[in-house]
């Protein structure tokens, strides 16, 4: 339970347009929280599912007259060619490579079956009361990595990352940091990323940092067992020039960081970024890259004491599943789990606790050193330029069993004669992966992807038809991959697995694409596809969301709950809030 210096309940309530939409996506059942509320519990054993909300008519942008982006100094500005109308605005992207508009946080508290419970606004600078030097966080519509959703090892709290800014700022997810500073940005603005944490009581805490510089946060996950509380959290840092800075370099990949204790005004500035983990493709034989870039990592976990990262976009490193040695290093410099760059992780493995100690002076020439990360064996090692897998969340089963959320690679190649983006619905790679382990490596058992409805556009309520002037292509979206996932493991031999669905469109920006929650039970000890399993939607945003990250809610043991689940004594009915039947 939080009980520091910021003990800011609920969020507020929307604005008329936002409301609406609101009230459309929660259907029927559930309520949407106000901070005036003192009894808001979320039910163990529920999901939590983060939503991107627009806001409408939060900035002003004139085509033909804005410049991007806002203060920019010659030769990195251009002008708006869209106004600030969702979801033609993203159509700047086409024209500024950094565009983005700052957008209000919302966690949905929902039943396994997508039975929605209750809603969350996350303060933000349009909430009543919550003034600039107030506690609030906003999130980047149309940033697709953002807003990843993880329980702490104690499953206390859920753990997220946003940015300390108002609704509405400009290209936010491409600024510096304050204390870490590119003069080769083209975005000249500055703002601090956080990490949010929400108890079971719905309050929140933040802890502001300077990493992620030039980019975005993506996730994070509070380490609070025994007394300890620290984050691990990965990201993307630097929106410059070749070179980069030595605090974009080591402000990249995945940091730790301890967690404040105190309200965001009275918190010290964080200084300089601490990573905890560090690779580069020279550990695996291949030539040096642009530094700092091999480390663009998205997805995390954490299972058996070892701290787990993705990377599956950009065109330097290698998009495959990582993991960080905290063994020390091989003679070679390579850490000892895997002196080649490909290993498993040692059985004794320990989480880390402290930051890398590195050495400045050559961070810019090789990166941060000593590396401590390898690729987990048997996944891809072939450099991004060449990549086929796309890997985004990951969730281990057990120790034998893990499954990857592949993104799909994005491409928006489409056939009008069949109403079908091409390229996504050819994907073999794309959707759910099943990787198990023979006690040496790892490797792919299947891909689920029935269900998904790859590359086949769907239509959404308030969102435009037809296709999008600037592209040339339909504005409906179809789905192209998953993103972040969680999952359970069930009584009887099986997992259920809940995604957040990545898209292809004719959007100037497919992260503000309308995507979908879906969920898919598999059986555990399957080695090859298993006839009839197939993905449910349990949810489609819609015009004006976007679905970013789903979890269990904070105080979820999921062995216990599971077993009150078994005993439910609802029947056959719906029963109330706390009723597990339609679980």
């Known amino acids: 339970m939080i009980a520091r210096g910021s003990r800011l309940f609920v969020g507020l309530p929307l604005s008329k347009s936002v409301l609406a939409l609101t009230l459309a996506s929660t259907a029927l059942a559930g309520s949407f929280a106000r901070a005036d509320e003192d009894d808001i519990h979320f039910r163990p054993g529920h999901l939590l599912l983060s939503r991107a909300v627009f806001a409408n008519n939060a900035v002003t942008i004139t085509p033909g007259v804005t410049q991007l982006p806002p203060n920019c100094v010659s030769p990195n500005c251009v002008t708006a060619t869209a106004d600030g109308t969702y979801p033609t605005v993203f159509n700047n992207d086409l024209v500024d490579g950094s565009f983005g508009l700052t957008a209000k946080i919302v966690l949905d508290e929902l039943r396994l079956d997508g039975d929605h419970v209750r809603s969350l606004e996350v303060p933000n600078s349009a909430s009543r009361g919550v003034s600039p ?56 603005s500055t703002y601090y990323r956080l990490v949010a944490e929400v108890d079971e009581h719905g309050r929140f805490h933040f802890t502001k940092t300077n990493a992620y510089s030039g980019n975005n946060g993506r996730a994070a996950i509070l380490n609070d067992r025994h007394g300890g509380r620290v984050f691990y959290t990965v990201g993307n840092a630097g929106n410059g020039g070749k070179t980069q800075p030595v605090g974009v370099i080591v402000g990249t990949g995945t940091q730790i960081m301890t967690e404040a204790d105190a309200a965001l005004a009275q918190q010290p500035d964080p200084a300089q970024p601490t990573p905890v983990g560090s690779f580069n493709v020279t550990e695996l034989g291949q030539p040096i ?28 490193g290698v998009n495959t599943l ?57 996944f891809p090692t072939n450099p991004a330029k060449t990549a086929t897998l796309f890997p985004f969340g990951v969730w281990f089963a057990d120790a034998k069993t893990l499954y990857v959320a592949d993104e799909g690679n994005g491409t928006t190649t489409y056939d009008a004669a ?93 992260g503000a694409d309308p995507n979908r929650l ?20 349990l949810r489609t945003a819609n015009a004006g969301e976007a679905l970013r990250g789903v979890s269990f809610t904070p105080g979820t043991d999921l062995g216990r709950d599971e077993e009150a689940h078994d005993r439910s004594s609802c029947g056959h009915g719906r029963g109330d809030g706390d009723c597990r039947d339609t679980d």
């Open 133 to 188: 030097g107030k506690d609030q966080m906003v999130t980047s519509f149309s940033s697709k990595s953002e807003l990843a959703l993880n329980l702490s090892l104690d499953h206390r709290t859920v753990s997220f990352m946003g940015y300390l800014a108002p609704i509405g700022a400009i290209d936010v997810s491409n600024s510096n940091t304050p204390f870490v500073v590119d003069p080769t940005n083209p975005v000249t």
């Open 289 to 316: 890259d642009k530094i700092g870039k091999d480390t663009n990592f998205r997805g995390l976990t954490v299972f058996d004491n070892v701290v787990y990262l993705t990377k599956g976009s950009g065109g330097n």
């Open 322 to 378: 990582y993991f960080i040695d905290t063994s020390g290093n091989a003679a070679n410099g390579n850490p000892k789990a895997c002196p080649n760059g490909t290993g498993v992780p040692n059985p004794s493995a320990t989480l880390p606790t402290t930051p890398i100690f590195y050495n400045a002076a050559t961070v810019q020439t090789t990166g941060v050193t000593p590396y401590n990360m390898c690729v987990l064996s048997g």
């Open 418 to 510: 069949s109403n079908t983006y091409t390229a996504a619905a050819s994907q073999t790679g794309a959707g759910l992966q099943k990787w198990v382990f023979n006690g040496t490596t790892w490797t792919l058992a299947y891909t689920l992807q029935a269900g998904l409805g790859l590359g086949v556009p769907y239509t959404v309520k308030g969102y435009p038809t037809g296709n999008n002037a600037a592209t040339k292509l339909p504005w409906s979206p179809a789905t192209d991959g998953l993103r972040n996932i969680t999952g359970r493991v069930n009584r009887d031999g099986t997992a259920t697995i809940f995604a957040i669905t990545a898209t292809v469109s004719g959007s100037g920006d497919q």
């Open 518 to 537: 879906v969920s898919i039970t598999d059986k555990l000890s399957a080695t090859t596809l298993p006839a009839g399993e197939h993905f449910a939607t």
